[in-house]
């Protein structure tokens, strides 16, 4: 098969993610061609979102990546005036999904494989250059490719200064649920199963072009609205929160892992301030975000419907010991099964 035909079966899996209401629409994202072979060809653009374009790019040593300009709104900021800047979590969300169409990519049946960790490291540069109107560029590199686990880093810069304002790393498992998943996406049977991914999307592009454009300009602490946020006796804080498919979902209609960073980023930084529910209209306390140093989540199983949130401090004393503050959060389901777990770490002085 011609190399231009698996960009176009690349495209067509993307633009699928997009248009169909999912949480990927709602980071406004649409990949251009993902074969760094072929820079040349013309980039999809779609007017009903204005979505940036993904684009591939040759590395430093020599290999293969794909990086988003990725324009800065303040729907998707913490904090309020000149302290506000770009959600870590929402941060995590792009490089979620910008290394899974790398890894798509990447992979001989373009497997989009399942999350097992997603982890970032922020620069104390981070909150200066990733502001509203401002644009971030992620650049995102396979750098293992197997049967059972794939990885992608990332490198994320300010488009204007270069500046270095985080790095990140993605670990998923690779082997598909859908026991036909190899054998559909061969080179022999691409062009059959083109024709039906099209047919899917052509079912419910209107409906998720409407609704994703509305819901691209809600802040994202109420895109993700957490219920009954409460502090515990023992210092810890808790809610819930309902993952409603499509919006919050992957492509599968279980939680989206980027979206789930989101979740726990919102309730770890009410732990970290001790501000509960008394946030700003953008989800930060007011008086200001804290500096968010690192965030790791590590996944365990899909998560759907109402999912319990807690948040409580890992290192305890730690922001009067050093100048960090460790926050621990799980999600798990009704039954007490742990969905996922993450790791933030503030730096205290901002608190």
């Avoid at 072929?38 to 040593?61: H, R």
């Avoid at 503050?325 to 799980?330: G, H, I, P, Q, R």
């Amino acid at each position: 098969m011609a190399n231009m035909d698996k960009v176009g079966m690349l495209r067509r899996l993307a633009h699928n993610f997009n248009v169909t209401g999912g949480f990927d629409g709602y980071l406004r994202m649409e990949a251009a061609t993902l074969d760094a072979a072929q820079p040349q060809t013309a980039t999809v653009e779609d007017t009903a979102y204005a979505l940036p374009n993904i684009k591939p790019v040759a590395t430093a040593d020599g290999g293969r990546g794909l990086a988003v300009d990725y324009p800065v709104t303040a729907s998707m900021c913490l904090g309020a005036g000149d302290a506000a800047h770009l959600s870590g979590g929402w941060l995590v969300s792009v490089f979620d999904s910008v290394s899974t169409y790398c890894l798509c990519a990447s992979d001989q049946t373009f497997r989009p494989g399942v999350s097992v960790l997603l982890s970032m490291e922020f620069s104390p540069d981070y909150q200066h250059h990733a502001v509203p109107g401002a644009v971030i560029t992620v650049l995102t590199t396979p750098v293992k490719m197997g049967k059972a686990i794939s990885i992608a880093t990332c490198l994320v810069t300010c488009s204007t200064t270069s500046a270095v304002l985080a790095t990140g790393k993605h670990v998923k498992y690779m082997p598909m649920a859908l026991p036909l998943w190899d054998c559909i996406f061969q080179e022999r049977f691409r062009k059959a199963t083109g024709a039906f991914l099209d047919a899917v999307t052509g079912v419910f592009v209107t409906k998720g072009v409407d609704e994703t454009a509305a819901l691209s300009a809600v802040p994202v602490n109420r895109f993700v609205q957490l219920d009954n946020v409460a502090e515990e006796p023992d210092g810890s804080w808790s809610c819930q929160f309902t993952a409603e498919a499509p919006k919050h979902a992957n492509p599968m209609g279980a939680l989206h892992g980027g979206c789930g960073a989101i979740v726990a980023e919102q309730l770890a930084l009410r732990h970290a301030t001790g501000t509960g529910g008394k946030v700003g209209r953008r989800g930060a306390p007011k008086g200001g975000a804290p500096g968010l140093r690192s965030v790791k989540m590590l996944f365990h199983k899909p998560g759907k419907g109402r999912i319990n949130v807690t948040a409580k401090a890992s290192l305890p004393g730690a922001a009067s010991a050093s100048a960090v503050l460790a926050t621990e959060v799980s999600l798990t389901n009704k039954n007490g099964q742990l969905i996922a777990g993450a790791d933030f770490i503030w730096e205290t002085a901002s608190l």
